[in-house]
Every structure is written in structure tokens, then in C-alpha cells.
């Protein structure tokens, strides 16, 4: 199961950074030669096209009396319109249903098309939506093949009774039938059949410059530069009061420096804008940080580039490419030249991939400290209305996406940071929405940060974030897992089931977790309770394993009648099930309860149980001999508890053989073995 | 004595399964779920189309290989700082990684490192097979040239491809026509037997046999040296057995002629020998199913790719639809989702004026489109004035007379909502009703299923959405192969006035209804003039619900088309011509999977029936025949119709205007720029 989801979580990351996957495939086509097999034409039509085809659609587009082909797909163009031009020879037939008394548009009618000598029909079904996400013409067009004519069309209508028959049809022609009128009207198309141009389509799969403006700016992690002043220190975007671009370039890299030059040029533009610029030279450092900075500088001089230049530490270009991974929907690795746009409060609002124009980024100053709707409106790259506009990406994927880098400390970091942003936050906020805003944002982040305590073993700490969270935002059922987790981690049981208990009181249908609170509250002494909740599990998923869980529980709360019904449910799911067989044997040979007793039937399990499997164990053996002496056989139980006990002997099974040696006692005696009553 | 314990994993101190769980998911996913966030996640996850296939998920469980599908690993980008152009700036930007390596990025899938590891089958204990295919499937390609170019052909070449004793039979056998119309020609091989020619002085072995054997091939082109011939193979079974192996291939070859294209397919059958440190040699090669298909006439036409023609006019397709998903993606916060783009295209008249218009579905963030067809057969984009240019991730639209007053409705599935929209009789939509869902909507199947004289519809909730998702925290399906927690589908009844109600349940519908639901279609199999549906259901079976006058039953496993694989669509139609109607299924085609699942260390310890349908979820498309008295046949091998590779939509219809119903299969899962994939 675990390796099963994992492998889901690994192809879906394989996906979303481009990996290709059961690509190149050309689409097929399956010509019908009317003896039973098809020939695969697919190339030989022309019908072969090589995108990611998804849905389809027909219509005879250009009428000339053929079925046309629109196909959406996931690569560029994403429609494409193949035009059939098969010149066969044959003749078709178009019809168009009209509905009177049935569904106007006769959705579901059956038309049994008969030629000039045929006594079976050709029949088709009018549908609305089939094949993949796709709905075709509603026009019924049937291709009647050489030399012969149609001589009747019978509709059955879809109201299952009316039966309608249209002739006079000649070959070739488009007719309108209409429910109740018998007869077909010609229909004229408004133009003579076309001949269209095939032109290439100009399409394009992707480009390598792109910009993401991210829909709810998130903190721009800690940034450790070298600044002109020899000092490294951390890049701090957050008090400038003013909106700042940083770049990522290289002195290699003549893209960067073409930027570069534009941006120097329209140095008074960014300044009119208030746009600040740092640019973070990412060359190969050497063992002089020193002198890669001059080098960095000198270069940028050269380009007349007036501002910030710094070079960054491994962690911050982690940290950039990490947060680009976060907000583009396409994960590509982090290119040069790159841009993120800051805002004023040191939140990354835009990320640009590639080069960037001085237009672009002078018009997305504007959507810096922005309200939702502006910034959802700048994030699509044309208009349209929205019915549910997506929740932004949180600013905790970003953590997430320096754990994937496996930097876990810089993930820690980052959300110690927004949860202290965040704190503050929510002192300030006014308003129960703005305080349910802020007070949910910030139990995401404490939830990340228990995660991540436990990961690094700090059980602790993992729960006094999670408590913290649960205080923000209760009712999250999953954080409460998670701390039943850390809890089991302490070994503290109790808070544990308090835990689980919590979580199932958001959520009560959960066998998984009604199990486990069953298990927990018999171990805890209180299996009456534990027996309500296997109970409840049961009913909404019933299964053997349960159900002798179930029957252990009642055991334990001393309802043995009850217990024996449990063991036989989970018998009656799973059948000839071992321990269930062997369980039940025994409390039918030893309950204290003499109702519960049947050392007959005690007898023909443990016997079934020990015929059913080649190797014998002690404890089934202990289990035939309390059967045995349940029915007076107190040879054979002492022949079978001797045999236990030698072999919990000889496996140093020391407990086993002191009970057994008990029990032999009692069987010498002729007496049967008695659980103690609880 | 009692056993204990029943199971491990119910060990109530036993939280192991949410520890790791918690390592493969972005910390923020469930909170994203949880809240009403319609999904839109950093890893795609309730939308999941298979990511990966079965043979390779199965043996996650089993433990090793990721395999060949995916084949790729996480390459390098690797180009040279010299590719960095300054006169190019958009295409320049090139991956940090390559040029500072000394800054170490991390690697990107740390968590998830093992499974990712596991893609290089050479990499992979346990599965030589899949190491030799890759071989095997590279050195028949190595054909390719010698077919083209005579030169290449010499015994001397091709004796690094064959052993001394190499034996084929007829590669090209003799053949008779089976088929011709207008524009294409059939021909068969009249003994589709395999013969291999027994070894005797009169007949050439050797390398010799093998270029007399691709010398007969190339003879079906009229200038071979000018045909661009292209080969491609399918290898869907692979044995090893010491210093031999056995192949089994679809074999694909095409190239021009004077009027089109010559297609040529076969299975080949091999023989390999295999020696240490040397690349694998031919020994034989049976061709069976030899089918060359061939343009009738000099002139013969086919289908032509007309797009541009069609929607070039349009700046909603230059700057939109001319773009891939890659594109997009990589311009869109992740908050928009990352899908695999399954968005429909419908065809219906919307403003009613006799000619068919076209509505594109689009990924989130991305109008949808309504494209009003103009006289000249050219598209016109009225999007922005449609009312129905949604921005929300759309699945399927229909057009449909809802509400009988002559005009096309529209109905539309977004992610978790299907909208209904009435028209105002010139192509211009009102929102009129919401039904909210807690499903991932896809397909739409209309129709007046209770004969009232209005048109219902039946919707497919693929997976579990929102508020499930929160608490099932993996909605994958489980089990892969016949998964039974998927969303659920709807059957809503129209009540006049644009009301609809959720008659599901009370019609019998609800039997089999969690399945993962892609696509259905209506049809009346059974002729008894009420419409019973198909339903297309990935990872595992499908459902044929008949009804009884509008009350249903799922028969699908009586009549023998439960079909368990990954379907993805229906498309009903009487291709034999006998008055019942057949269905057809789109599935997933894998020849990795079809290698791999028949593998003896493929998911050792699986039962006979998990095999079965392991190996049939590689297999293909099925056809069903329908032979009356409630009976179909699998008649897909047969009919020579499973191999329509990654397949989402299939539709029949008649290409050639025979009378014949064809079939045309969408198909290719992800293509991408890196180029691994096989």
C-alpha cells in the first residue's frame, strides 16, 4: 500500500518536471473491410496524428458528405481540424432529427436506414455525448457505399412507441425529419462543398522564457549574499518600502547580459516605478569569493548596470529554485537568466523564467501589494469569468519543495520565519473572516513544522506545534492523527486514543481509526468501549479480522456468548481461517461461562485446524487437549498437552510450559481447563 | 491458548502507515483539500489519470522497477554555455544545474529517491528482460536503414545483426487483395501461417536471408531510396532462456509511394541469440499477419490536416489553442492546477442557424471557447460575449435542448460542478442552474431516459473530490487493477424548467458506483426501446447498466463486459451489420506492460485472477459483439482492434462512406521535450 501511493507521488512528480511518459504516439484508425477484422490504416489515411489526442468530435464540416474530424489534445495546436478527403466513390446520407412530441432534439432515436435491395437495415443511434468528453454533430450521417441508393429510412423515436417511415430519399442528400410528418425534407446546405488550404499550423509546445504571477505573494526565504562590503549577510527585501527585482545571472550567459543592459538603459523608468534591482551573479565561485564579486561587478559595469550586484550562497539559489518549483504548474529547473519580482513587503509576487522585458516587469509593479481580484485577473493570461477561482498555492508548498531538495533545515527555517509573520499577523487582524484567514494560514504552517520536529526526532516539539495548530484551527482531523502519531511516539497512550478519539469526532465513518481507538481502549482496560467501537467499525465495513478483534475485546470484558457469535461472523467471512478456528475452539473448550461451552464443536475445529496444516504448533496443541478434556478425553488431552509441552519447551517458550504443565496437572486429574472468569 | 495477534498493522501502537505518508505529501495538500479549494494542487492527485502503469505499480509492490515506460531518468540538461546566444534571448535560458554544479541543487526527488531510481531498467535487479527489450527493440530498429539504403544491406553489415545461421520467412509473403475502394487498397498474405524455411543448400542463411528478406520488404515502395521509409516495433513479449531470447513485436513500417503512403504491419516473431559483451544477434524472424495497405490510384486522397484553414483566422487559436499544456503550465501559478489535459470539444449548433459551432473546454485559468461557424466554413471566436468563456478547469460540455424550445442549451462539467446553461436562441448563455458535486466531473451522456419528452443526464464523477480527498488522504485506487473507491456518477432527471433532480439511487443506478468513471454512452443493446448505458471506468471493471423500462441493473459481469482494464471510453455501433448494437471501449495500450506482466518475477505470489487482470489492463481496446439474447463477444483480437496504444478517445465512424462502421482511436499520454520515453 505505502509503496503503491509512493510510487503514485514519484510519477507524479516525474510528470509535472516534464518527463515524458507513453509520448509520441500517433493516433489510429481501424478500417472496417466488413469481414470481421480490421486493417490498421492509421498511417495510410492520413489520420495518424502525433499529439496527445484526447477528445473527438465528428461533423461533415465542409459538406462534402463526409465525416470531418475535431480533436482536442494536450500538445500544440490543442485543436486540430482533420478534413476527410477519402475520394471513394461512395454515396452517403444525411439526416437531421427533429422531435415533436419526444425530446426536440430526438436524443436516443434509432434510424434504420434500408438501401435499394437490402432486407437489413443499416442503424444508427443519435447521441448526445460519447466516445471521451466529446459530442459530435447531431446530424446522423450514413455512408451507403457504391452504386446503390437508399429507399426507406425507419425512425424509431425515443418515447419506446412511435415508429415513423420516411422514403423518397435519393443518394447524396441532407434531409430534416421531422416527428409526425412522414416525409423528408430536403435540407440545402448554405454553400457548395469547400475545398480548404491544409497550411502548417503554427504551434508551439512550450517556450523557455515564462512568467508566473503567483496568486498569493509568498515570503521571499532568508537570502545569504556577498555584499560589496566583503560581509555576507542576509538579503533583506522586507523593509525597503519599495518593490525589487531579483536576478539571477551569469557572466557567461549572453541572455543575462542583453538584460542587463536593457534594464541599465531604462534605469530612470525603474526609478519613476520605484523598482529596485539586485542581481545575484551565480558563476562558478571560486576560492575567492572576493574576486568573483569584483569580476561579477566589473562585468556588470561594462553593461552599464547601475545597480545591487551580489553573489548568493549555495542555500539561496536552493532557496530560489526551490520557490520557482513551488508556483510554476510546469517544474523546470531554475534557468539563468531569472527574475523574481518582490514586493514592497519582501513577498515574491511574479517569477519570471528567461529574460524579461522592462515593459513587463514596469506593468507588474503594479499588481505589488495588489488585492486578490487584481492579481487573480493578472495571473491568466486572458480574461473570462470564473465560477470557483482556484485557492492560492500556500506559502508552505515552498517548504515542501526544500524538503523535496532535501534541505529540511532551510524548510524550518522558512516556516519558523512565516509563522512569526503570521503571529503578528494575527494579532493585527480585525474582522472574524481576517482572523479565520490568518489563524488558518498559520496552523498550516505550525502543522509543517510538527512534521518536520518529528522528523528530526523531536517529539516534543512536534506536539506543542500541533496542539498550537489545533488551537488555531480545530476540527483538523488530520493534525490530530498526526499528534496521535507523535503521542504513540512518547508511548502515551492514554493521549493517544484522546487523539484518535478527537479525530473521529469530525469524522466517524473511519474503520481504519475506529480500530484503532477499539484497540487502544481494550489495551487502556476499558474493552467494553473498544467492543462499541469494533462494533461500529463492523457496520460499516464488515471483515473477519474485525470481527475476531471483536470477539477478543468481548473476551476481555468477560461476554463470552457474545465473543463466540464475534468468532463465528469473522468464520462465516473468512472460512477455515486459523487463528479464528483455533481462538474459537478455545473459548468453546475452556469459557468460564458453560453456556458459551460446546466441546464437541471445540473438538471438530481444533481437529480441522490440526488436519489443515502440516507443521503442529504448541499452542494449537493446547488448544485440542482443552478440547479433548472438555469431552471427557483426557487421554488424548494428555497426549496433546504432553506434546505442547515439549515443543514449547524445546522452542524455550517458557510461559507456554508452565501453564501447560498446569493444565496437564488438571487433565491427570480429570478435570477440564477453565478460563478464569473475568 | 488464544492467538495473537490478528494483525500487525491493527496494532494500535502501529502508526507506521501516516509516518511515511506524511514524507510523500506536500504538507499543504490536505489542508488545500479541506477547505472547499476546489483542488487545485501542487501534485495533481484527485484527478490522477493512471500516471504510471500497471506493470510498473504492481511491481512496486513487488518491489523493484519502474521500468520501461517511463525510461528515463533524471538526466542533466547538458548543454554547453556555447548554446547561450545573445541573439536569440527567449530560447537561451538554459538550466542552472549544468554550469554550477558546485552549488549542488539537491536532488530534487530526495523523498522519493528509491522509487525514482527505479526507472533504469539496467538499474534494476530482477528484470534483465526489460534491459534485453530495450536491446532487442534497438537493434530491430537498426533495420530501418538497411531497408532504405541498399548500400547498408551488404552480408558484411548486416552480419552484425545476424547470426551465421539466421532463418526468415517471407518478410513481404505473397498476398492477395482483400479490400479496395477509391482511395486505398488491402492486401493480406494469402497463408497468414508463419513458415520458416527449413535450412537446406537451396536456401540462403545467414546474413544473406536477412537482406533477401528486407530487400522483399523495400520492394513495396517504387523508389525506396525516396520513400522515407520509418519502421516502428511494439514489443509485447519477451523470453529469456540463457544464451537465447524470443521477441514478439508489432511491426509497422511506412513510407511513400505516388499517391500517398504504403503502410505495412505484422507481428514478428524472433529468435535472439545472445552472447556475453556483445550486443544481441538475430537468429530468426517469423512474420505473421503480413497486411500492406496501399493507395488505389496515383492520386488517391486521404485526410488532410485543415486547422489552420479552419481556426487560423481566430486570435483566440494563434495566441491559445497554438500553444501546448506544457506552455501553459509553466505560465500558471500551480494553483491552477496541473492536469493532464482532458478537456472535451462539443459540436452543436449554438446559434442556430443551421450550421454546426464548436465549445472547447480548457484547462483552469484559460476561457473556455465558442466558436460560431461562418458561411465559408471558417471559425469566428465569440467567446467573450457567450457568457459561457468560463476560467474554471473544464471537462465536457454538451449542447442540448434542455428545455424543448428549439434552441441548444449548454451544459458543461468543471472540476467539481456541472453548469447548466440555457441559450437565448442566437448563441448567448445563462447561467441557470449550479449542481455542486463533491466528484471530479467528467463526461456527460444525455438522454430521455424515462421517455417524459425531456432530456436527462448522466455524468461521471471520476474520483472522489474535495471533502473526500480531506479525509481519505490518498484517493488513489486501490486496488490498481479493480479499484472500487473512485467518485461517484449521477443520473439527473430532467423536471422541466431547467430543474433537475439526483434520481440515481431510486433508478438503480447507484449498484457499482464508485468506480473511476471516464465516459458513458446510451445505447438500446437489447432492442427492447428503452436506453440502457455503458460505462467506460479506469483501473478495473465497467459497468452495463440494462434498464427495465428506467429502472436499472448492472449486468455487466453477467453478459461478460465488465471488461477489466483502464477504459476510457464508449462508442456503441452495429459494425457487422446484424441489427444489434456493439460496443466498442477505449483502454490503455502498454507493451511494457504486456512484457512485464507476463514476466514469471512479475508480482510473485499473485493469484491467478490479479495476473489475468494485470495483463489485461495492458492488453488494449476491446470490442464487444453483441450476438443477441443478451450475449457479447469478445471478439478484439480477432478483429485486430486491441492496439490503439495509450488510448482516450474512440469513436466509430464510417471513414470511406462504405456502410462500414471504422474506428478512430486519440491516443499518447504525455509528451514532453525530454525525450527517454518509449
Excluded at chain 1, 606 to 633: F, I, N, Q, V, W
Excluded at chain 2, 184 to 208: E, F, L, M, Q
Excluded at chain 2, 318 to 337: I, K
Aim: net charge negative; glycine share 8%; aromatic share 8%.
Amino acid at each position: 500500500m505505502l509503496a503503491y501511493d509512493r510510487g503514485w507521488a514519484a510519477l507524479n512528480r516525474l510528470l509535472r518536471t516534464g518527463k515524458s511518459f507513453s509520448g509520441r504516439e500517433r493516433n489510429c484508425c481501424f478500417l472496417n473491410l466488413g469481414g470481421g477484422r480490421f486493417a490498421d490504416v492509421s498511417a495510410a489515411s492520413g489520420l495518424d496524428l502525433i499529439h496527445d489526442g484526447r477528445s473527438l468530435a465528428l461533423a461533415d464540416w465542409d459538406f462534402d458528405g463526409d465525416e470531418d474530424f475535431f480533436i482536442a489534445s494536450r500538445t500544440a495546436p490543442r485543436v486540430t481540424f482533420l478534413r476527410n478527403d477519402v475520394a471513394t466513390g461512395n454515396h452517403f446520407l444525411a439526416l437531421r432529427l427533429l422531435g415533436t412530441t419526444v425530446n426536440r432534439d430526438a436524443i436516443g432515436a434509432r434510424v434504420e436506414l434500408y438501401r435499394d435491395g437490402d432486407e437489413r437495415p443499416i442503424i444508427k443511434t443519435l447521441y448526445a455525448g460519447n466516445g471521451y468528453l466529446g459530442q459530435s454533430s447531431k446530424w446522423l450521417h450514413f455512408g451507403l457505399g457504391a452504386d446503390v441508393s437508399p429507399r426507406k429510412v425507419v425512425v424509431r423515436w425515443p418515447d419506446g412507441k412511435t415508429v415513423e417511415t420516411f422514403g423518397e430519399l435519393a443518394s447524396d442528400h441532407r434531409y430534416v425529419l421531422r416527428q409526425g410528418s412522414a416525409r423528408a425534407e430536403p435540407w440545402q446546405p448554405p454553400r457548395p462543398a469547400l475545398v480548404l488550404p491544409t497550411d502548417p499550423v503554427p504551434a508551439i509546445d512550450r517556450s523557455d522564457s515564462s512568467r508566473v504571477v503567483v496568486l498569493r505573494p509568498a515570503r521571499l526565504p532568508g537570502i545569504s549574499v556577498l555584499g560589496d562590503d566583503g560581509v555576507t549577510a542576509t538579503l533583506d527585501l522586507t523593509s525597503r518600502g519599495k518593490p525589487t527585482v531579483v536576478n539571477v545571472w551569469a557572466t557567461w550567459c549572453k541572455p543575462c547580459l542583453v538584460e542587463m543592459k536593457a534594464w541599465g538603459e531604462a534605469k530612470s523608468r525603474f526609478a519613476e516605478a520605484g523598482l529596485d534591482v539586485v542581481a545575484l551573479c551565480v558563476d562558478d565561485p571560486t576560492e575567492d569569493r572576493t574576486a568573483d564579486l569584483a569580476k561579477a561587478k566589473a562585468a556588470a559595469e561594462r553593461l552599464g548596470f547601475p545597480f545591487t550586484v551580489a553573489l548568493p550562497d549555495k542555500s539561496a539559489v536552493v532557496a530560489l529554485d526551490a520557490v520557482q518549483r513551488a508556483f510554476s504548474g510546469a517544474q523546470r529547473p531554475l534557468p539563468v537568466p531569472a527574475s523574481f519580482l518582490v514586493d514592497a513587503e519582501g513577498r515574491i509576487a511574479a517569477i519570471y523564467r528567461g529574460p524579461v522585458e522592462v515593459e513587463q516587469l514596469l506593468a507588474d509593479v503594479k499588481i505589488c501589494g495588489g488585492g486578490s481580484a487584481e492579481i487573480v485577473a493578472a495571473a491568466v493570461p486572458f480574461p473570462g469569468p470564473w465560477h470557483d477561482p482556484p485557492e492560492p498555492t500556500a506559502a508552505t508548498t515552498v517548504a515542501w519543495e526544500f524538503i523535496q531538495a532535501g534541505q529540511a533545515g532551510l524548510a524550518e527555517r522558512y516556516l519558523a520565519d512565516l509563522s512569526s509573520i503570521y503571529e503578528a499577523g494575527l494579532a493585527r487582524a480585525e474582522g472574524d473572516r481576517e482572523r479565520w484567514r490568518a489563524s488558518s494560514q498559520l496552523a498550516g504552517v505550525l502543522e509543517t513544522l510538527g512534521r518536520l520536529a518529528f522528523d528530526r526526532k523531536d517529539a516534543q516539539e512536534a506536539a506543542a506545534k500541533y496542539l498550537r495548530s489545533l488551537e488555531l484551527a480545530p476540527k483538523q482531523r488530520h493534525v490530530h492523527l498526526e499528534l496521535a502519531r507523535t503521542y504513540a511516539a512518547l508511548g502515551e497512550k492514554q493521549k493517544v486514543a484522546e487523539q484518535i478519539d478527537a479525530a473521529l469526532a469530525i469524522k466517524r465513518d473511519d474503520p481504519e481509526n475506529l480500530v484503532r481507538l477499539a484497540m487502544l481502549k481494550t489495551e487502556l482496560g476499558d474493552p467494553n468501549a473498544g467492543a462499541l467501537l469494533l462494533r461500529e467499525s463492523l457496520a460499516i465495513q464488515p471483515n473477519a479480522s474485525d470481527y475476531a478483534l471483536l470477539a477478543r475485546a468481548l473476551l476481555a470484558a468477560g461476554q463470552s456468548s457474545d465473543a463466540v457469535d464475534a468468532f463465528r461472523h469473522a468464520l462465516e467471512l473468512r472460512p477455515n481461517w486459523p487463528p479464528a478456528m483455533n481462538d474459537l475452539a478455545w473459548v468453546l473448550a475452556t469459557s468460564a461461562d458453560a453456556a458459551s461451552r460446546n466441546g464437541e464443536q471445540a473438538v471438530a475445529l481444533a481437529e480441522k485446524l490440526s488436519a489443515m496444516s502440516d507443521t503442529e504448533s504448541p499452542s494449537r496443541l493446547d488448544t485440542l487437549a482443552a478440547a479433548y478434556a472438555e469431552t471427557g478425553r483426557f487421554d488424548d488431552a494428555v497426549a496433546a498437552a504432553e506434546k505442547a509441552l515439549r515443543m514449547a519447551e524445546e522452542s524455550g517458550n517458557a510461559a507456554l510450559a508452565e501453564r501447560l504443565t498446569n493444565r496437564l496437572e488438571g487433565y491427570r486429574a480429570k478435570q477440564p481447563y477453565r478460563d478464569a472468569p473475568k | 491458548m488464544l492467538a495473537w495477534p490478528y494483525n500487525a498493522v491493527k496494532n494500535s501502537a502501529d502508526l507506521t502507515r501516516i509516518v511515511i505518508l506524511s514524507r510523500v505529501m506536500p504538507p499543504t495538500m490536505r489542508r488545500r483539500f479541506k477547505r472547499k479549494s476546489r483542488g487545485l494542487a501542487a501534485l495533481p492527485k484527485g484527478n490522477l489519470r493512471r500516471q504510471f502503469t500497471v506493470w510498473r505499480l504492481s511491481v512496486f509492490f513487488a518491489s523493484t522497477l519502474l521500468a520501461a515506460v517511463v525510461g528515463c531518468g533524471d538526466r542533466p540538461a547538458a548543454d554547453s554555455p556555447t548554446n547561450v546566444d545573445a541573439s536569440a534571448p527567449p530560447s537561451s535560458s538554459r538550466p542552472l544545474s549544468a554550469k554550477t554544479t558546485p552549488l549542488e541543487l539537491g536532488d530534487a526527488f530526495a523523498p522519493l529517491a528509491d522509487v525514482v531510481a527505479t526507472v533504469d531498467p539496467r538499474q534494476d535487479q530482477g528484470w534483465e528482460s526489460e534491459a534485453f527489450s530495450e536491446l532487442a527493440q534497438s537493434r530491430l530498429a537498426a533495420l530501418e536503414v538497411a531497408v532504405r539504403d541498399p548500400s547498408q544491406r551488404t552480408t558484411e553489415k548486416l552480419a552484425e545483426l545476424a547470426t551465421d545461421d539466421f532463418h526468415c520467412n517471407e518478410l513481404r509473403p505473397t498476398t492477395k487483395e482483400v479490400f479496395r475502394d477509391g482511395a486505398i487498397v488491402v492486401h493480406r498474405a494469402t497463408n497468414p501461417d508463419v513458415r520458416i524455411a527449413s535450412a537446406n543448400a537451396s536456401v540462403p542463411a545467414g546474413s544473406a536471408a536477412l537482406a533477401a528478406g528486407l530487400r522483399s520488404l523495400s520492394a513495396a515502395y517504387d523508389d525506396v531510396a525516396h520513400a522515407d521509409v520509418h519502421f516502428k516495433f511494439k514489443t509485447i513479449r519477451v523470453e529469456l532462456a540463457g544464451d537465447s531470447a524470443r521477441t514478439t513485436s508489432y511491426f509497422q513500417a511506412v513510407g511513400h509511394v505516388a499517391g500517398g503512403l504504403v503502410q505495412q504491419n505484422a507481428t514478428w516473431r524472433c529468435r535472439w541469440k545472445l552472447a556475453e559483451g556483445q550486443p544481441p544477434k538475430l537468429a530468426e524472424i517469423s512474420a505473421a499477419n503480413y497486411e500492406e495497405i496501399r493507395p488505389a490510384a496515383a492520386k488517391a486522397r486521404q485526410f488532410v490536416d485543415c486547422t489552420q484553414a479552419v481556426l487560423g483566422g481566430t486570435e483566440s487559436f494563434r495566441r491559445q489553442l497554438a500553444l501546448g499544456a506544457d506552455h501553459w503550465h509553466a505560465n500558471l501559478d500551480a494553483a491552477f492546477g496541473v492536469s493532464q489535459h482532458n478537456h472535451g470539444v462539443a459540436v452543436g449548433d449554438a446559434n442556430g442557424d443551421g450550421l454546426d459551432d464548436v465549445y472547447v473546454c480548457q484547462p483552469s485559468g484559460m476561457p473556455n471557447l465558442l466558436y460560431l461557424q461562418q458561411v465559408d466554413g471558417t471559425l469566428a471566436d465569440v467567446s467573450a460575449q457567450s457568457g459561457v468563456d468560463w476560467l474554471d478547469i473544464s471537462r465536457a460540455a454538451l449542447f442540448v435542448d434542455l428545455d424543448n424550445d428549439g434552441d441548444q442549451d449548454l451544459v458543461l462539467t468543471l472540476r467539481w460542478s456541472m453548469l447548466i446553461h440555457e441559450n437565448d436562441g442566437r448563441g448567448r448563455f445563462a447561467l441557470k442552474r449550479i449542481v455542486d458535486t463533491k466528484f471530479n466531473l467528467h463526461s456527460i451522456a444525455a438522454a430521455d431516459y424515462d421517455r417524459d419528452g425531456n432530456i436527462d443526464l448522466y455524468i461521471c464523477g471520476y474520483s472522489p473530490g474535495p471533502e473526500s480527498a480531506a479525509t481519505d488522504v490518498f484517493a488513489n485506487p486501490v486496488p490498481y487493477n479493480d479499484a472500487n473507491n473512485g467518485g461517484r456518477n449521477f443520473l439527473l432527471r430532467n423536471e422541466g424548467q431547467l430543474d433537475f433532480s439526483d434520481v440515481t439511487e431510486q433508478v438503480g443506478l447507484e449498484q457499482n458506483n464508485r468506480r473511476f468513471s471516464f465516459a458513458a454512452s446510451w445505447e438500446d443493446f437489447d432492442n427492447d426501446g428503452d436506453l440502457d448505458i455503458y460505462v467506460a471506468n479506469d483501473f478495473g471493471r465497467n459497468n452495463l447498466y440494462r434498464s427495465d423500462d428506467g429502472r436499472f441493473v448492472d449486468i455487466a459481469a453477467e453478459v461478460g463486459v465488465e471488461d477489466i482494464a483502464a477504459g476510457m471510453s464508449v462508442s456503441w455501433a452495429d459494425y457487422d451489420h446484424d441489427g444489434r448494437m456493439d460496443v466498442y471501449v477505449g483502454n490503455m495500450f502498454s507493451s511494457a506492460g504486456n512484457r512485464i506482466a507476463f514476466q514469471r518475477n512479475f508480482r510473485p505470489g499473485a493469484d491467478e485472477d490479479t495476473l489475468g487482470q494485470l495483463r489485461r489492463h495492458a492488453r488494449g481496446n476491446t470490442l464487444f459483439r453483441n450476438v443477441g439474447g443478451g450475449a457479447f463477444d469478445d471478439v478484439s483480437s480477432d478483429a485486430a482492434v486491441t492496439m490503439g496504444r495509450w488510448a482516450w478517445a474512440s469513436l466509430f465512424t464510417d471513414i470511406n462512406n462504405d456502410g462500414w462502421e471504422d474506428l478512430y482511436v486519440t491516443n499518447g499520454f504525455f509528451t514532453t521535450e525530454d525525450n527517454g520515453d518509449l
